[in-house]
């Protein structure tokens, strides 16, 4: 059994899938597979993804269907952590002998992802918030694992019945970390463990308002999650900012606030909440 599986799907990657798997195979941990889904490619993909002979490289056919297939390869994996990986972004060369380190160091942590380099259109370091309380917060207001950093216990998944899922389209990740995010803690290493390509074709550009309409479902539903996890503390503040709750949310449900605003008011009073100990997880 390998202690890491690599899962990356393919989608017409022609141009950048070489470069990707030679990211993969250049990590300086070498205990994993590195299973390539085949998501329906029409162009060379298949081909490039073929001519390896690498043992640790698995190709498997699946029909054009994004979220079936990636959880057929959770369902194939055979490693202890499953690793995120898309097609087009480079592993820096110690992305998994860190991330392996860091959780079996820290056995706690359901998952844990790290920051990215932006290059191509963008060049910039993704830095997103390290520990678990300020990452369920920031889910508030956006997605603070970057998908192509996340590594994970499988059992987390296996024990917990958690997949992608459908109805979350382009955001089917945000709501995989949210959902892991219930279960057990998430982390972030504060290393760039990827390169992020950026280009006016990605998923996330072409399909942007679908994205976020998709994300902010996963956003209302932490909003939920965190009033069940409310606990109330006889203090001044904290009595005020839950006095407010239900009348940001009566406010948003009556159509006076947009979502947008509405989850930013409930990010502050929740925030503030949180800081005065009203919240356990």
Not at 52 to 79: F, M, Q, W
Not at 154 to 180: C, M, P, V
Not at 196 to 202: D, E, F, H, L, P
Request: aromatic share 10%; proline share 4%; charged share 25%.
């Amino acid at each position: 059994m390998n202690k890491v599986s690599v899962i990356m799907p393919v989608f017409n990657a022609e141009v950048f899938i070489k470069e990707t798997i030679d990211s993969v195979l250049s990590q300086t941990f070498e205990d994993f597979e590195l299973l390539i889904l085949d998501d329906g490619s029409t162009d060379q993909s298949v081909d490039i993804v073929k001519s390896y002979i690498d043992v640790r490289v698995h190709y498997i056919k699946c029909p054009h269907d994004y979220i079936s297939t990636i959880n057929k390869g959770i369902e194939l994996a055979k490693g202890k952590y499953i690793a995120r990986m898309d097609h087009d972004d480079l592993m820096m060369p110690e992305r998994l002998k860190v991330q392996y380190d860091f959780m079996e160091k820290h056995p706690e942590i359901a998952a844990c992802g790290g920051y990215m380099q932006a290059f191509g259109l963008d060049s910039r370091t993704i830095r997103v918030p390290l520990f678990h309380d300020d990452i369920i917060l920031y889910m508030l207001i956006g997605n603070p694992i970057s998908n192509p950093t996340g590594i994970i216990r499988k059992s987390i998944l296996t024990d917990h019945n958690i997949r992608h899922q459908e109805g979350y389209s382009f955001a089917d990740d945000f709501k995989l970390w949210s959902d892991i995010a219930k279960v057990g803690r998430l982390a972030n290493i504060p290393k760039v463990l990827t390169k992020y390509r950026t280009s006016n074709r990605q998923a996330s550009v072409v399909n942007y308002g679908d994205m976020m309409e998709a994300a902010s479902i996963v956003q209302q539903e932490m909003v939920q999650y965190f009033l069940k996890s409310f606990k109330p503390v006889e203090e001044l503040g904290s009595m005020v900012s839950t006095k407010m709750l239900p009348c940001v949310e009566q406010l948003y449900d009556s159509g006076f606030f947009s979502k947008g605003l509405y989850l930013k008011l409930m990010y502050e009073l929740i925030n503030g909440l949180m800081l005065r100990g009203n919240f356990s997880f």
